[in-house]
């Protein structure tokens, strides 16, 4: 089992930045992708970005490019997510998610989720 811990959430103005944390604790050793989701009240879960373990490569969903950096410390098992320029939009729970596939999307691909941290940013 693989249990995922994300921090660093909270009230922000918009155009200010924060930056969220996933500690990965378990059996990590079969992770190859970790991911940011995120869900807004009344919608479906969305995918905002993932990074590769091994390589560091990223991925990044158009809404969130240039705005939003995600990184990691393998020495850590931990996952970062920088998030700049933050507007109204970005409100939402934010989640952590690791799978043992190749980078991907779907909500559906991955198989370990956090319990979410609240992001808002006020107009």
């Known amino acids: 089992q693989v249990q995922l811990v994300e921090s660093g959430g909270g009230l922000v103005q918009a155009g200010g930045s924060l930056r969220l944390s996933c500690a990965a604790s378990?059996?990590?050793?079969?992770?190859?992708?970790m991911g940011w989701f995120r869900q807004a009240p009344g919608k479906e879960r969305e995918f905002v970005c993932a990074?590769?373990?091994?390589?560091?490569?990223?991925y990044y969903a158009d809404s969130v490019k240039g705005r939003f950096t995600m990184s990691r410390n393998n020495a850590k098992n931990t996952v970062y997510l920088q998030m700049n320029s933050l507007k109204p939009e970005a409100t939402a729970t934010y989640y952590c998610?690791?799978?043992?596939?190749?980078?991907?999307?779907?909500?559906?691909?991955?198989?370990?989720w956090g319990q979410g941290t609240q992001v808002t940013v006020s107009s």
């Open positions: 998610a690791a799978t043992s596939r190749p980078i991907a999307t779907p909500p559906s691909d991955y198989d370990y």
């Open positions: 990074i590769s373990w091994s390589t560091g490569s990223t």
């Open positions: 378990g059996r990590t050793f079969n992770l190859y992708t």
